[in-house]
């Protein structure tokens, strides 16, 4: 599966460690996103594309380069033990006004599937807190990202 990766890497010109350099904000915001999408222990398509549309929206990269951080923060995540090295990566390169709009996307992401637990919740609140994103920042960002998923105002019951 490594060798696999490497080679899809290379096949596009980059390797992988250079895409970690490259793109470190990307990277970071990715695992975060994949923190999420885990948190229930099931990744969907949904969700990947999701991530992949947030992290092309937020750091405005082309779609190769997207898949290809999304692909490599996913096969990292398998072996990460803490967030704090990407919350602390994205808390030198975002504005407060990115660091908001990022938890609106992991709020996006979590409501894909319509159904919100408790894990994905206390996920995105741990990583707002580490963030440094206000409560009511928090609060209007869920409203939000509940919104862009269509999800009714009343939140769906627990799993």
């Given at each position: ?71 490599r ?10 967030i ?19 938890i ?56």
């Amino acid at each position: 599966m490594l060798e696999r990766l490497k080679e899809l890497f290379n096949a596009r010109g980059v390797p992988a460690d250079d895409i970690v350099q490259a793109h470190g904000g990307a990277y970071a915001a990715a695992m975060l996103l994949i923190e999420v999408a885990w948190a229930d222990h099931d990744i969907s398509s949904r969700e990947l594309d999701a991530a992949k549309r947030a992290i092309g929206k937020l750091f405005v990269l082309d779609a190769d380069i997207v898949s290809t951080v999304v692909a490599r923060a996913r096969h990292d995540h398998a072996e990460s033990t803490s967030i704090y090295p990407f919350t602390r990566e994205l808390n030198q390169h975002l504005t407060p006004t990115e660091k908001r709009e990022l938890i609106s996307m992991l709020w996006r992401l979590a409501y894909t599937d319509a159904v919100l637990t408790g894990y994905e919740e206390r996920s995105i609140r741990r990583i707002a807190e580490l963030l440094y994103v206000s409560h009511g920042d928090f609060i209007s960002a869920k409203q939000e990202g509940r919104g862009a998923a269509g999800v009714n105002a009343k939140p769906p019951p627990e799993r």
